[in-house]
């Protein structure tokens, strides 16, 4: 049997490009079947709103399942909304109660400029990954596959680590706004796998060295983790600040062998 | 060789597959293609659009040659690409579990499971080069599943008796796309390839017959801007969005590839989309899209619904002697691994019925209770946890207790640009990779397949047969973005633009993808008929005619405007949902996903005419979308036996 859920008052941001100030603006919502997800939501209220000849809300979506990393949202204050471990379309409105008032907001973060409306530039992160979130091996090199056995629990952990979706989640719940998870859940990712240890240290210095471009520092908060959609856990960061140590020692002690 | 048909291929459409045996083909193409030598590369501007498997890997590879590569997408990060989405696996004949996998076990496989309407010489290089794809993408640090030795793991897939099937748990595409993302973005890096993000290609450009750039809108902005090249890459995913409903990201689109088509890029069966059986039902109307649930569960759940027309108790207290497991009944030897299309016919036929399940009836069971009891919930957690989790989230049931419901959803389309042996459209240096070309799966593709092609295309065919197409152009000068034609095909996309703002009338874009989708799943989807396909080819051109006088888009062409987008995106769809009606009509045979209800025998399998219709059907744009010109690449098969499909 279906329901719904009825009267929900929703204040959304609008704001018209980077430089717009912008504002909250209401809109009710009557009645939504509960099987509706969060975005199916907003879809019916911007078909409502070019029914009223006024400019559908803008906001990041694609996927529709969790994992491309594009949809956004602060709900209520909660990166991706109540749910714990998903991402705001995985987000049913079987969450809301009638009556229930949901403020929208998109990502809050220096590094990640509001483009319009919910929709920010996420592009800082591309340039971490630019800067060494890569194993360098070139098409046609490569050796038999099984030539490099990797153990069940690495294989694991760098799973773990690698099942990021760069979504930016961490950075808008981070009260510093400090990409630190991301970028650590990428190290831990490759710095784990046998394949990763040639480029190891020379990997770390550059990510970080780079986010410290763009982001602000991290200050052990944990709010990162308890946002991310794939519950990546807060490990990442302690082997990133590890490996970023020894990198830096390493590398100093070659300059001092010139 | 098997040669059926005495109607000539036409002249367009040589598919320039090399002589010499099967085995030998691509050996002998790479020892007689031009090579541009490592210093000439910088000269050569590639354009690749599109940066999902296909296109990444091309750029990626393209850029680490010395090739010069402009890479464009609509997406904000090339990451976020729809093969993200891919869970199940990756297909590769390596053989590493020793039970009888092997190049040309691959190679038949994919040429049945696309019912005998495929190449055989890029099939088979398909499957040469898969074990390619492996190694290359292990040493790019995609973490696959591993056995507890450390060596790779492997399950089966639909339409396959070997366990050839690589995995990264249920998040395979988005593990690989990320791998060759990684490597794209190492060459973003260096230099070597410059990002386009948030770039729609609008239209591409043909100077004297040959591709000569593209013009995209900035998405941002709205601005149209021309860009020039020596070869134009279409790694633009497919079209199965035309259906509304589907299990593809929102945003993938068929926009590219129809320019193309519109520019003189033939369209090869576009008829061909492939049914997937394992998706979540429908459950309101306002459902934007549909999730698919991995074929790899069929590995271990069991499809069945109840006997009983009037059945109203729960799944758990239905008796075994009142569940009909229909696909161990119907097809003993593959039981739940049967191939997609044969899955997902034999599912609607028993909701159509009134078998189905759950609250609207439009579903079956798949079942884990067995596998539970036989492997324990921990193995069966470690195997599939995460897409259990993601059933629970949409579904609000919990598939550890009570049958996942499922039903057929619209997936994949096999049909696309045609190309020949070198991945070139009829439009000279105008390729195409991945999804949007029509190349390797005939009417069906298998599972796990396509992250398969997509990264063969990109990894190990385009660099080979890009830099044959090049090798003649070096030190010739082509045309560049102050060539009349740029500016011509600017305007004309800037009046396309405007038009739909112009309109100014009562519906919005999504109210026409939603009807017109409608009208193509009913009467061009998992069955056709003369009848359906005849009412669609005047409801759907009656509904765009009222789309070109009723649309509303609200906002301006300035800045970004996502509705605006979207009716570019349904204006196409609309053009290109008439040529699949119109190539579903004219193929009066049923082969794989294309299943033409008259064309079956008295079982509801399929029958193919080998005599008529062992060809590839190829469309040509003539400037009004009703009357496009069908041309034919007839399929000759030298090692294949073309015979019935059996899966029992
Ligand atoms: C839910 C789901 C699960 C799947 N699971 C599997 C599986 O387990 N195994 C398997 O083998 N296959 C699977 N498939 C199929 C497979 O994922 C796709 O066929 C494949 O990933 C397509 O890759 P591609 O590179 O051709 O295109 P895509 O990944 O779709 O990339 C298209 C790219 O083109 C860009 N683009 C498109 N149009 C334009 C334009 N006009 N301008 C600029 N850029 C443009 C997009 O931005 C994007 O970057 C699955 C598909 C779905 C829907
Ligand atoms: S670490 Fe988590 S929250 Fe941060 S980008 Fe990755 S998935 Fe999103
Ligand atoms: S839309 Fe892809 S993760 Fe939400």
């Known amino acids: 049997m279906t329901h719904s859920v009825s009267n929900l008052t929703l204040k959304v941001w609008r704001q018209n490009g980077p430089a717009d100030k912008g504002q909250f603006e209401t809109h009710v919502i009557e009645s939504i079947t509960d099987e509706a997800s969060f975005l199916e939501m907003l879809d019916v209220l911007n078909e409502r709103l070019i029914g009223e000849n006024k400019e559908a809300i803008v906001f990041d979506h694609d996927c529709r399942e969790g994992i491309c990393g594009t949809c ?5 204050g909660q990166a991706h909304g109540p749910q714990r471990g998903s991402t705001t379309c995985q987000l049913h409105m079987r969450s809301f109660k009638d009556d229930d008032t949901i403020v929208i907001e998109p990502w809050r973060a220096n590094a990640f400029p509001i483009i319009k409306d919910l929709m920010v530039d996420r592009a800082a992160f591309d340039r971490i990954v630019e800067s ?22 690495v294989a694991d952990a760098a799973m773990d680590a690698a099942a990021c979706i760069g979504c930016g989640a961490c950075v808008a719940a981070c009260p510093n706004s400090a990409a630190n998870l991301f970028v650590g859940a990428k190290i831990t990712h490759l710095n784990l796998l046998p394949q990763g240890q040639a480029e190891r240290y020379k990997r770390a210095e550059a990510m970080v060295d780079k986010m410290d471009e763009h982001f602000g520092s991290c200050t052990n908060h944990g709010e990162c983790s308890a ?9 990442v960061i302690a082997l990133m600040n590890k490996d970023y140590r020894s990198a830096k020692f390493k590398n100093r002690k070659q300059l001092s062998r010139k | 060789m098997t040669m059926l048909q005495d109607r000539p291929t036409d002249t367009k459409l040589i598919s320039k597959v090399p002589d010499g045996a099967l085995a030998d083909k691509w050996d002998n193409f790479k020892a007689n293609a031009k090579l541009v030598n490592p210093s000439n590369k910088r000269k050569f501007k590639i354009i690749v659009v599109g940066t999902g498997l296909a296109g990444a890997s091309a750029a990626a590879s393209l850029a680490e040659l010395g090739y010069r590569v402009d890479a464009f997408t609509f997406h904000d990060s090339p990451r976020r690409a729809h093969s993200i989405a891919a869970q199940g696996g990756i297909n590769a004949a390596k053989n590493y579990q020793g039970d009888g996998d092997s190049v040309s076990r691959l190679f038949t496989d994919t040429i049945k499971g696309g019912d005998f309407r495929s190449r055989e010489g890029n099939v088979y290089r398909l499957a040469q080069v898969s074990v390619n794809i492996i190694d290359q993408m292990v040493a790019q640090g995609v973490p696959f599943a591993r056995e507890y030795g450390g060596l790779l793991d492997n399950r089966s897939f639909g339409g396959a008796q070997v366990s050839r099937t690589f995995y990264a748990r249920g998040q395979t595409g988005q593990q690989l796309l990320l791998g060759a993302y990684q490597q794209l973005s190492r060459q973003i890096g260096l230099g070597g390839v410059r990002l386009f993000n948030r770039c729609e290609l609008v239209d591409i450009v043909v100077i004297d017959g040959r591709a000569a750039g593209i013009v995209t809108r900035d998405l941002l902005t709205g601005e149209l801007t021309s860009h020039a090249a020596h070869a134009v890459v279409l790694a633009t995913g497919g079209y199965g969005n035309a259906y509304y409903l589907s299990t593809n990201a929102m945003n993938c689109n068929v926009t590219a590839a129809w320019r193309a088509h519109q520019r003189g890029a033939y369209f090869a069966n576009p008829c061909y989309t492939q049914i997937h059986p394992t998706c979540i039902p429908q459950a309101d109307e306002t459902q934007s899209k549909l999730t698919l649930m991995s074929e790899s569960l069929r590995n271990d759940g069991r499809v069945w619904v109840p006997k009983n027309f009037d059945e109203n108790r729960a799944a758990h207290e239905i008796p075994e002697q009142d569940r009909d497991y229909f696909l161990e009944r119907l097809y003993p030897a593959y039981g739940n691994l049967a191939p997609r299309d044969i899955s997902s016919r034999a ?8 078998l189905g399940v759950g609250p609207l009836k439009n579903g079956v069971y798949l079942d884990f209770a067995e596998a539970i009891g036989r492997l324990g919930r921990p193995v069966v957690e470690e195997r599939y946890g995460n897409l259990f989790e993601m059933y629970e989230r949409i579904a609000g049931e919990n598939p550890y207790d009570q049958p ?7 997936h994949y389309t096999m049909g696309g640009l045609w190309v020949d042996y070198e991945l070139q459209t009829t439009i000279p240096g105008l390729y195409a990779a991945g999804e949007a070309n029509f190349s390797d799966h005939g009417t069906n593709r298998l599972g796990a397949s396509a992250l398969m092609q997509g990264l063969a295309d990109g990894y190990f065919v385009l660099p080979y047969t890009i830099s044959n197409g090049l090798a003649p152009l070096l030190n010739k000068t082509v045309p560049g973005t102050d060539h009349p034609e740029f500016k011509r095909v600017e305007t004309e996309a800037k009046v396309r633009f405007q038009g739909y703002l112009n309109v100014k ?16 799943w009913d009467y061009c989807g998992m069955e056709r008929d003369r009848n359906g396909l005849e009412k669609a080819l005047t409801e759907i051109p009656a509904l765009y005619s009222e789309f070109k006088t009723d649309l509303r888009v609200t906002g301006t062409g300035e800045g970004i405007n996502q509705t605006l987008e979207k009716a570019g995106r349904v204006d196409d769809f609309f053009q290109l949902g008439t040529l699949m009606c119109k190539d579903a009509l004219t193929r009066e045979e049923s082969a794989g996903g294309h299943f033409r209800v008259e064309y079956q025998t008295e079982e509801g399998e399929a029958v193919r005419d080998d005599e008529n219709f062992c060809h590839v059907a190829a469309w040509e744009w003539t400037g009004d979308e009703n009357n496009a010109t069908r041309h034919e690449e007839q399929l000759t098969f030298e090692t294949a036996q073309l015979a019935t499909r059996s899966y029992k």
């Open chain 2, 505 to 520: 009338g009562t519906r919005s874009p999504d109210y026409f993808h939603r009807e017109l989708g409608k009208l193509i």
């Open chain 1, 227 to 235: 946002a991310c959609p794939k519950e990546i856990s807060l490990d």
């Open chain 2, 347 to 354: 599912a609607k036929r028993l909701v159509d019925k009134g």
């Open chain 1, 72 to 76: 956004s949202l602060m709900i209520n």
């Open chain 1, 132 to 153: 060494g979130g890569f194993i360098t091996s070139p098409t046609g090199g490569a050796p038999d596959a099984n030539l490099i056995p990797v153990p069940k629990p």
């Open chain 2, 404 to 410: 996942m419901r499922i039903y057929p959803a619209t």
